[in-house]
């Protein structure tokens, strides 16, 4: 067998009953096996997101656990930052959720993590898992002498209680929020945290969207990156007046922050507030952030007395680097957010939570929050582009710009700066880690022209590439 679900770090691909497909019930099973040999795991949380899919595939990777020693227990539904704090919370040896986050529908995989829960990648134990995935029989006579028992599991007070202690509850003020968990895994956790919300007597109204888990995703995969999914979140904001909204991808490790106008915030620009808030707390804490937008994050960070630290993109990437610093908080710009107090891991609960104690404190608006910052580093947006021969590509980009460039940084694909008559700009383009596509991302200081000027310029560069 080969394996083309094996990512860098996660499992995900097509769904089919074939052999050679991506990813079915029998490499579920396999990928349980080798998880309980590759870790020596005598203990291991599981759950799954709301594709169609994921009970049986759960279903699958938990017997494979069992056959392998291990004890299993079952969370049911779950976000993937349930499991991250399961794994922890329970103490146990390793956590596998379910999920194909926001890809296609016909899609689904899986997100692995340690003891601690520390994650399971490429240079932690994912290739010797996807050896054994491939080269193992599995006969009967394989099976351990004693089979890991199962049992279904709940942590969800235990986990609601540890998202309220990122904030101080007496802090909030009356809020409207349109809350659209896009049909995915978000809307038991948000009715948990109204309920906690009640009890408290906050001020807080929910306004909900596509709320209920449905398999069929009748209003899209839960993708608020992609524009037309972000249509709902926008009309509920504005038909209801409500201070902001918040959408969530399909197994809410990412959440995506509207203003009052209904407007999206770029992540990039929650990872700046985010950071500030944790520096006022700890001053001279160690902040890190993604290499394909910097500029704004870098100065408030300095400006809060904190130290930036740049990581390649990608959670194990990051969660690695987040530990090694001991670092507070890290954020990309493709917003995720990822807390020491996590267990280093991300969150799509905890950066929300944060923001409307934030709000609530400076009594402004969220628009009025970010205005300063969107117009000192205008930025283009994330675009996304096929590309059969993404290295060419890039390296002819380069060469393009190479003769006057300030810097150039190969951290995370292709960084450059450069300073053109006082006014700075630069980008990053890069292959993506689990989509076949190139991203690039662009920003200036304090000039949006020029931003689309050489953002237009570098797209032209691109599509004139014979290898697009």
């Known amino acids: 067998m080969t394996m083309a679900c094996f990512k860098t770090y996660d499992i995900r691909g097509r769904l089919g009953d074939e052999i050679n497909d991506d990813i079915n019930d029998d490499i579920a099973y396999r990928i349980g096996r080798a998880f309980g040999l590759v870790t020596a795991a005598k203990s291991v949380v599981v759950g799954g997101d709301a594709r169609a899919t994921s009970p049986s595939l759960t279903a699958a990777l938990a017997n494979g656990l069992q056959d392998s020693g291990v004890n299993v227990f079952d969370l049911g539904l779950v976000g993937t930052e349930e499991i991250y704090f399961a794994t922890s919370n329970l103490n146990m040896d390793g956590g596998i959720v379910v999920t194909a986050s926001h890809n296609p529908i016909d899609y689904n995989g899986m997100k692995l993590v340690g003891k601690n829960s520390k994650p399971i990648s490429r240079t932690s134990g994912l290739n010797d898992i996807e050896k054994l995935v491939e080269t193992q029989p599995w006969r009967s006579d394989s099976l351990p002498v004693s089979r890991g028992e199962y049992q279904r599991q709940s942590n969800l007070n235990e986990y609601i209680a540890h998202l309220m202690g990122y904030i101080t509850l007496s802090n909030i003020k009356p809020l409207k929020i349109v809350v659209n968990a896009g049909n995915g895994a978000a809307g038991h956790v ?233 006014t700075r700009w630069r980008f990053n383009l890069r292959c993506s880690n689990t989509e076949p596509v190139v991203r690039l991302n662009v920003e200036a200081q304090e000039n949006k022209a020029l931003m689309h000027d050489k953002t237009q310029l570098i797209l032209s560069l691109l599509r004139s590439s014979p290898e697009l």
């Open 190 to 422: 948000i009715d948990a945290i109204e309920a906690c919300f009640k009890a408290s007597n906050l001020p807080v109204e929910f306004i909900k969207v596509h709320h209920h888990p449905d398999s069929n995703f009748p209003h899209g995969i839960p993708n608020p990156l992609l524009i037309e999914n972000r249509v709902s979140t926008r009309i509920a904001v504005i038909k209801h007046k409500a201070d902001l909204g918040i959408a969530w991808d399909g197994d809410f490790d990412r959440c995506f922050l509207f203003d009052e106008n209904g407007e999206l915030i770029e992540g990039y620009y929650i990872v700046g507030l985010l950071a500030q808030a944790f520096l006022e707390k700890e001053k001279g804490s160690k902040i890190i952030h993604d290499p394909r937008l910097t500029w704004n994050t870098i100065e408030l960070v300095k400006e809060s007395d904190g130290q930036a630290i740049q990581c390649q993109t990608g959670h194990a990437f990051i969660k690695e680097r987040m530990r090694h610093e001991d670092a507070i908080y890290g954020g990309e710009m493709s917003a995720h957010h990822y807390f020491r107090d996590f267990f280093y891991c991300d969150s799509g609960m905890i950066p929300w939570l944060l923001i409307i104690e934030l709000l609530s404190k400076q009594q402004r608006s969220l628009s009025q929050v970010v205005a300063g910052r969107q117009q000192r580093y205008p930025v283009s947006g994330e675009i996304n582009l096929r590309i059969a021969n993404p290295t060419l590509v890039i390296n002819a980009v380069e060469k393009h710009f190479i003769a006057t460039s300030k810097t150039v940084d190969y951290t995370d694909g292709l960084s450059m700066e450069f300073d053109e008559k006082n």
